[in-house]
């Protein structure tokens, strides 16, 4: 009757749901990744990486590897980063 279908359905619709939850995930997780790589490949450049929000604010995010100049003075040793 009807409480057998009800239950078919709510079967049917909780499979749908974990199938969507789990496609959203493998998504999410293709992105994280390729953002990932796109940082590794700009950050090897060493370059900033940036980007504009949807709402048209800037970020920026330098992520460079550190460059330290060691100059030798009459009087001293300075690093400069």
């Given at each position: 009757?009807?409480?057998?279908?009800?239950?078919?359905?709510?079967?049917?619709?909780?499979?749908?749901?974990?199938?969507?939850?789990?496609?959203?995930?493998?998504?999410?997780k293709?992105?994280?990744?390729?953002?990932?790589?796109?940082?590794?490949?700009?950050?090897?450049?060493?370059?900033?990486?940036?980007?504009?929000?949807?709402?048209?604010?800037?970020?920026?995010?330098?992520?460079?590897?550190?460059?330290?100049?060691?100059?030798?003075t009459?009087?001293?040793?300075?690093?400069?980063?």
């Open positions: 009757g009807v409480e057998e279908k009800v239950t078919e359905c709510s079967k049917y619709l909780a499979l749908l749901t974990l199938h969507s939850i789990t496609d959203l995930f493998n998504c999410a293709d992105i994280m990744n390729w953002l990932g790589e796109s940082a590794s490949l700009i950050t090897s450049l060493n370059l900033p990486v940036s980007w504009v929000t949807p709402m048209g604010l800037p970020v920026v995010q330098p992520y460079r590897r550190p460059t330290s100049y060691r100059v030798n009459a009087l001293q040793q300075v690093t400069l980063l």
